[in-house]
């Protein structure tokens, strides 16, 4: 029966050129102009840890002075380095990293390859199992060499491909200013997207393409690039960052269970009272502990005018199925003749009123279509913007199957009352009207 209902619409919409491809426009339209807002918002607020980000965590605490103290101020989002240190050799999570983001000119032995910069990250071993990094060739340093100050590396892929053309690089020799470290481990293509693990490069920043064990980067003063804020008499002298009065690093727990969650929360509550209680923190006693999406969403990270962009999209496409409606319920109600013969022939109101919505549904699809080509170009032109977010705006398989099931579902929610009132006038009016 339903193949038979699909028949009929065909027939229908052909015989209604003109309207038909009216109801098909307002319906692309509205879903283009939807789905490329709404596209660039799933992009920009995604989970960048999908399975994980409920289990990794941002210790915060507050080291700095009294100038300046309101109580109900954010605490910061990076810790000095003595707390930083502290809290990592506590060891009182499954996987803690250390970090900070830096640049690098890279040398490579190809003589026709003129120095770069690249982004670098200088970390701990536990960055690349609790973020899920995946590995092409070897693998992360370990926990010894950080310890011990190893001169070891992992490298992008995207870096790997520049110097040594994809081959297998673990083993050899990457030149970094002035310096020689051995690479252990290239990376498969990875990014997470909000870059969470430090917001002070960009919300958006790309991979870093450089990763360096974070004590073998200080002991070789490479070069740091992020937020840093300081207090009294510190000041931001690379060479005094140890030392000095200054959040700057970026720490991050991963705590797999509710039970190790509440540890580790007791936990960093004792440290920051005896803290306190030894006078190296003069505020009153705080500290927080957010995961991955909690700290995303007090961050705002998804910029405000994206979020405008989407109402006003779909708004726009309220408007379009007002419109298709409205042309439904005048092609449906001239079919008044039609109905009234299948009418009086048997045919029941039901049966009427699937057809009717099986021509809707048909309508949604080629909609669909039409949206999704308008998306593309939508999307298209969003990525020519300058914004350091644009280039990611591309159409997934998500919002691809989104794009048909929002066309189908809208226009046959359209289709019902136009389908309705059809169905609804008593046959003998239908026929006595021709």
Request: aromatic letters at 8%.
């Amino acid at each position: 029966m339903f193949g038979y209902y699909v028949e009929l619409a065909l027939r229908s919409l052909r015989r209604s050129r003109a309207l038909t491809a009216l109801m098909v426009l307002a319906v692309a339209l509205g879903i283009g102009a939807s789905m490329t807002t709404l596209t660039v918002l799933h992009v920009l607020s995604g989970d960048p840890l999908p399975g994980r980000s409920g289990s990794v965590f941002m210790p915060r605490l507050d080291p700095r002075d009294l100038d300046g103290y309101d109580a109900s101020a954010a605490l910061p989002t990076q810790v000095t380095w003595a707390d930083g240190m502290n809290l990592l050799r506590a060891g009182r999570a499954h996987r803690q990293a250390l970090m900070v983001g830096g640049a690098t000119a890279v040398q490579s032995d190809d003589a026709s390859l003129d120095p770069f910069f690249v982004p670098a990250r200088f970390t701990t071993a536990d960055f690349f199992p609790m973020f899920g990094v995946p590995f092409r060739y070897g693998n992360a340093w370990s926990n010894g060499d950080d310890e011990g100050r190893a001169r070891v590396a992992v490298i992008s892929d995207a870096l790997n491909d520049r110097l040594f053309h994809g081959g297998d690089s673990v083993g050899r020799t990457l030149h970094i200013d002035g310096v020689d470290l051995r690479i252990v481990g290239v990376l498969a293509p990875w990014r997470v997207v909000p870059h969470f693990y430090d917001l002070s490069t960009g919300d958006y920043a790309t991979t870093e393409q450089v990763y360096v064990p974070l004590r073998t980067a200080r002991d070789l003063r490479l070069k740091r690039n992020g937020g840093v804020e300081c207090w009294g008499s510190g000041s931001a002298d690379e060479d005094g960052m140890e030392t000095a009065s200054c959040v700057w690093l970026q720490f991050w727990v991963q705590l797999d269970d509710a039970g190790a969650v509440a540890a580790y929360r007791t936990f960093l509550d004792g440290y920051v009272h005896e803290q306190v209680a030894r006078g190296r923190f003069l505020r009153p006693a705080r500290s927080e502990l957010p995961d991955v999406m909690q700290y995303l969403d007090e961050r705002r990270v998804v910029p405000g005018d994206v979020r405008l962009q989407v109402w006003l999209a779909l708004g726009f496409f309220v408007v379009c199925l007002v419109n298709t409606v409205g042309l439904m319920l005048a092609k449906f109600m001239r079919r008044a003749g039609e109905v009234g013969v299948r009418r009086a022939m048997g045919a029941s109101r039901r049966s009427i009123f699937l057809q009717l919505l099986t021509e809707a549904v048909a309508i949604g699809v080629a909609g669909g279509v039409g949206g999704l080509l308008v998306a593309l170009a939508g999307l298209a032109l969003v990525r020519q913007q300058p914004s350091a977010a644009a280039h990611l705006a591309h159409l997934d398989a998500t919002m691809l199957a989104t794009t048909f099931a929002v066309s189908i579902a809208a226009t046959a929610l359209a289709g019902v009352v136009p389908a309705w009132r059809a169905c609804r006038i008593p046959p003998a009016l239908q026929l006595k009207s021709q």
